[in-house]
């Protein structure tokens, strides 16, 4: 019996010292390409470290003042390349497009490949290009104007519930209000049903869509064994789908409401609504063309074409399709509304500033706020891209990942496999890229002459190349609308419930405890 457990002992030393050999020389990979980076520990990588920040932006920033533009760390075994050196990133967004057309994949999801409910977020490759061309057709300037006029009913019933929350005096919490908005805005612009989160706190649909978001800021066990252990992927997917089909799941929940959505709506198809979910549908409907197909974003397209091209979205590729637009749009515009509304509270001169330009753009209150007068109000854009300049929420989605062994430059080359991170905190904080104190809010950093000899990669906030945002244009125009109406209408100003703005990372970077608000209603009535 001692001779059997003196066996063990030594083939369990002999298996670790193997893995602990195997993970050591796999973390060699940076020393050999010459890049410098935190030291990382065999089993974990750096993975402690962001445990300690709370986040990964954070972290970006610290080992950036310590290392350099570009640097090395691990999570768990897979090594991460981060950097903020513009032409690096202008190589791997756009340039070599070819080579880092796929996102990084994050442990315990769907097979960005095979996997029947991929949406177009992470998907890669002819698949990604395909999504692509069929949602392509619902995000054009033509089919964005004719949503607008949905945005505006949801946006008018938020000014009314502002306006007896002001007339009570109440310091009003405005993230809460402009999560309510965006919601009912999306499902009624995207996919035509009614959700009524500004009249109702305890929507079914808000609860839901919010449990999503809350989720991602606490990852799971299951979250960390992936990173730990790449090859249990699989096996973690089938388990945490168990898991969720037995506790609930608002995913779930959500998708199975977009199944009856989409049922229903093929059956009365014969009732157009300009709205996301009818122009992908009727995307579907079409035949491509190889013109159509292509993506005019870029000249570097080398991606072999998708062998089922011509190939309708079935079922499941709608249903997440529609998922991905609904929480994409609502968290990204609200978060972007809340951090716009708190810097033009704490900078009255910008919101006056931008007050004249409303009152000069439509000076009489009953004028009709337009998709094509707003987006021609440059203080306004310049507003909007300085809010997502200083706060890039989206920031650490913004990776690629090689396909294949790639030289960048004489000094870097790219192993396959290895993820490219855009430093994008650390770029949009360069003060030799945005001038002096790039702390402060300045939209003056957008006036048109300096943006022209500005690095076509020193603003990040939508990402960029082939698989820049698709939703930009939409989130423009639901987001300088809500800002429009909500200045013309209001004089804002900090609440003393107010205290110094923190945030917390998950899906997008937003508040913690949101931001407090007084509103003050103003008098238009010009005429």
């Not at 809010?387 to 030289?407: D, G, I, N």
């Not at 790219?414 to 001038?435: E, F, L, R, S, T």
């Amino acid at each position: 019996m001692y001779g059997v457990s003196v066996a063990l002992f030594g083939l369990s030393l002999v298996l670790f010292l193997r893995f602990y050999w195997i993970r050591k020389e796999s973390m060699k990979i940076f020393k050999l390409i010459n890049v410098p980076g935190p030291p990382p520990n065999f089993l974990f990588g750096n993975l402690i470290s962001f445990a300690k920040k709370q986040a990964f932006y954070s972290t970006y920033l610290d080992w950036y003042k310590i290392y350099g533009k570009t640097f090395g760390y691990f999570e768990g075994l897979r090594p991460v390349l981060v950097t903020a050196d513009l032409d690096i990133l202008n190589q791997v967004m756009v340039k070599k497009f070819d080579v880092f057309h796929a996102r990084k994949v994050f442990p315990v999801q769907v097979d960005p490949d095979k996997d029947d409910e991929v949406h177009m977020f992470f998907a890669r490759g002819d698949r990604w290009k395909r999504l692509r061309a069929i949602s392509n057709p619902a995000f054009t300037s033509a089919k964005i104007r004719k949503m607008s006029s949905l945005v505006h009913n949801c946006i008018d019933n938020v000014i009314a519930e502002l306006k007896r929350r002001a007339h009570n005096n109440d310091s009003i919490e405005m993230y809460d209000i402009f999560q309510r908005l965006t919601l009912d805005s999306m499902s009624s612009c995207g996919f035509g049903f009614k959700t009524s989160a500004i009249q109702n706190p305890n929507d079914i649909f808000l609860k839901n869509c919010r449990q999503v978001l809350y989720n991602t800021t606490r990852p799971s066990l299951f979250f960390l064994i992936g990173f730990l252990f790449p090859n249990t992927d699989k096996f973690l997917v089938r388990l945490a789908r168990l898991r969720d089909y037995i506790f609930g799941n608002p995913v779930f929940w959500l998708e199975k409401q977009f199944e009856k959505i989409i049922a229903m709506r093929k059956k009365f198809d014969s009732v157009p609504r300009m709205d996301l979910l009818h122009m992908m549908i009727e995307a579907n409907k079409l035949t491509h063309s190889e013109e159509s197909l292509h993506v005019h974003e870029t000249p570097s397209q080398n991606i072999p074409e998708p062998k089922y091209k011509y190939a309708k979205l079935s079922l499941l590729e709608l249903r997440s399709q529609c998922f991905l637009f609904l929480m994409a749009g609502y968290e990204t515009t609200a978060t972007t509304l809340i951090y716009t509304a708190y810097e033009l509270a704490y900078n009255q001169e910008i919101q006056s500033k931008l007050y004249d330009e409303i009152i000069e753009c439509f000076p009489n209150k009953d004028d009709e706020i337009t998709y094509d007068i707003v987006n021609k109000m440059e203080y306004l854009d310049k507003v909007w891209c300085e809010t997502l300049r200083k706060y890039p929420l989206a920031s650490t989605v913004v990776a690629r990942q090689a396909e294949t062994s790639c030289k960048l430059s004489e000094d870097l080359t790219i192993p396959k496999g290895m993820i490219v991170q855009a430093n994008i905190w650390a770029i949009h904080y360069n003060p030799d890229v945005w001038g002096a104190d790039p702390h402060k809010f300045n939209p003056e950093r957008f006036l048109p002459e300096l943006v022209a000899h500005r690095h076509p990669m020193a603003y990040l906030a939508f990402g960029a190349g082939p698989r820049k945002c698709i939703g930009i244009q939409f989130a423009k125009m639901e987001g300088k609308i809500a800002i429009v109406k909500l200045v013309q209408t209001f004089h804002m100003i900090l609440s003393e419930k107010q205290g110094p703005l923190e945030t917390i990372e998950g899906a997008t970077i937003a508040p913690v405890n949101g931001v407090y608000l007084r509103l003050y209603p103003r008098d238009i009535d010009q005429e």
